[in-house]
Nanobody
Framework: QVQLVESGGGWVQAGGSLRLSCAASGTTDRFYRMAWFRQAPGKEREGVAGIFRYGGTVHADPVKGRFTISLDKFNNTLYLQMSSLKPEDTAMYYC?????????????????WGQGTQVTVSS
């Protein structure tokens, strides 16, 4: 049984920083890829950043240079360090994982999801 639990969201002023965490339980050592997605009200869920089991990472253009995804394999925890936050970063942020190979920016290809954590950035 795989479970993903996000934490670390909250309210922050523009220019501030937050670190999101995603604690994974279950047979996480067989995950091929993990990712962060976000969804703002009235918008589609979009990929933010992803990481592969071999260590490669991908960051979406809107967050490049500001967000960094990382994985603590020992503690089975996925992180998203967010800095220089902007009001347009306001969204519900979700952690996702899958055992199969694939891309990290397509939410339909991920089988396991967390419940989400809200990030609100005020101007």
């Amino acid at each position: 049984q795989v479970q993903l639990v996000e934490s670390g969201g909250g309210w922050v002023q523009a220019g501030g920083s937050l670190r999101l965490s995603c604690a994974a339980s279950g047979t996480t050592d067989r995950f091929y890829r993990m990712a962060w997605f976000r969804q703002a009200p009235g918008k589609e869920r979009e990929g933010v950043a992803g990481i592969f089991r071999y260590g490669g990472t991908v960051h979406a253009d809107p967050v490049k240079g500001r967000f960094t995804i990382s994985l603590d394999k020992f503690n089975n925890t996925l992180y998203l360090q967010m800095s220089s936050l902007k009001p347009e970063d306001t969204a519900m942020y979700y952690c996702a994982a899958d055992f199969r190979a694939g891309v990290v920016n397509n939410p339909t290809t991920f089988a396991y999801w967390g419940q989400g954590t809200q990030v609100t950035v005020s101007s």
